[in-house]
């Protein structure tokens, strides 16, 4: 009996080192590249890199279409963790995107909360009927708040 268990303990430690090895050291498949890029991604869904949203983007990214800097809501900081990811070096933000900011004419809300259940990360505050203010430390310029606003009063600021 005390055989058996040592022997079958034994082979779970030889498979479990094995595993572990071959974790280490073979390629991960490109479907979980993908989603590791996916993961470093805001998922804010903005198309403003050019692809319907996060998920294209990274797989776009993983395949090597794309470069790792086309996403303004991620910042600096998505593409320093993409570059530590795919071993490539940092690069700025392109310039073809400018990061923004949303800002909220106050005067002319009229509390209808359509942009505040747009808004991906919550950057909005305000309650029903009253007036909504983005708060800028958190607004990550996807835009997703603009276009359902009824009454216009939202537009997108630079951020130089």
């Not at 979980?32 to 804010?44: A, C, G, K, R, S």
């Not at 700025?92 to 995107?97: C, F, H, I, Q, Y």
């Not at 919550?122 to 309650?127: C, E, Q």
Request: net charge negative; with cysteine; aromatic share 4%.
């Amino acid at each position: 009996m005390l055989l058996a268990v040592l022997t079958i303990a034994t082979i779970a430690l030889i498979a479990g080192i094995g595993l572990g090895y071959a974790y280490q050291r073979l390629p991960a498949n490109d479907g979980d590249l993908v989603e590791q890029i996916n993961e470093l991604l805001p998922q804010t869904q903005c198309a403003q890199c050019g692809y319907r949203g996060c998920r294209p983007y990274a797989a776009a990214v993983a395949d090597g279409s794309a470069a790792i800097n086309l996403c303004p809501p991620g910042g600096d900081e998505t593409i320093r963790r993409l570059a530590r990811l795919l071993g490539r070096d940092i690069i700025p933000l392109a310039e073809t995107v400018v990061p923004a900011i949303a800002v909220i004419d106050e005067a002319a809300c009229i509390g209808c909360f359509h942009c505040r259940n747009a808004c991906p990360v919550d950057a909005i505050v305000g309650a029903p009927q009253l007036m909504h203010t983005i708060i800028a430390s958190e607004c990550t310029g996807c835009e997703l708040c603009v276009a359902p606003c009824p009454v216009d009063c939202i537009t997108m600021r630079p951020l130089s």
